[in-house]
């Protein structure tokens, strides 16, 4: 089996130790991936960290983003997981996205975007509509900063409309979620075992 390094950026508002939902559904990423491959996972719980607002690398006086960003770079695989807001990706997710595009300007010994070559998934919980928004929205910014996005590379749970539900308060996790939740690690996996053993031409 092919050996992958999967980093879960967590976008969740809520500090540790807190339950996440958002930390929850990306779990059960990582673990249909582990049906596909070796996986060693790592997980950051971004709010837990002082990240500066910025599109740089490094926004300097104490940012934290640094020693993530050196994750990313290390990372096979990235799972980025974000509860919905009014309809949004969480002011942490926008974060993150933001610093992401500083790698725009990065580029290897081949001179290929550093991010070439990682794959990215998605994953969005939320007691309201907003998850295929938030998946377009990241599907994109992921792609620009040089992130390959796998057929069908999100998941996400929906409950009820202004509902008190949480993913964690369920009792199983529904088929539809299970299964799609599946279908995206399976997808990541072959798309990351392919991109390692041959990157994408130099430009």
């Not at 837990?48 to 926004?59: F, K, L, Y």
């Not at 933001?98 to 998934?121: C, F, I, W």
Request: aromatic residues 4%; proline residues 5%.
């Amino acid at each position: 089996m092919t050996d992958l390094d999967v980093l879960v950026l967590n976008c969740s508002l809520k500090p540790s130790p807190a339950p996440s939902s958002s930390d929850l559904l990306a779990g059960q990423v990582v673990e249909a991936m582990r049906e596909h491959a070796t996986i060693t996972a790592h997980t950051v719980r971004v709010v837990d960290h002082d990240v500066r607002p910025g599109v740089e690398a490094d926004m300097g006086d104490g940012d934290q983003w640094p020693a993530i960003r050196a994750q990313v770079h290390a990372a096979d695989i990235v799972v980025l997981a974000t509860p919905t807001w009014m309809g949004q990706q969480s002011s942490v997710c926008q974060r993150v996205l933001e610093r992401l595009d500083a790698e725009v300007a990065e580029t290897d010994e081949q001179g290929r975007p550093v991010l070439y070559g990682k794959v990215a998934v998605v994953a969005v919980v939320g007691n309201e509509d907003g998850a295929h928004h938030i998946c377009g929205v990241a599907f994109q910014c992921l792609n620009d900063v040089g992130f390959t996005i796998p057929a069908q590379g999100g998941t996400y749970w929906n409950g009820e409309a202004m509902g008190s539900t949480d993913y964690n308060d369920l009792d199983e996790t529904p088929e539809a979620v299970a299964s799609t939740t599946a279908g995206v690690a399976a997808n990541a996996v072959h798309l990351a075992s392919l991109l390692s053993g041959q990157n994408y031409p130099a430009g």
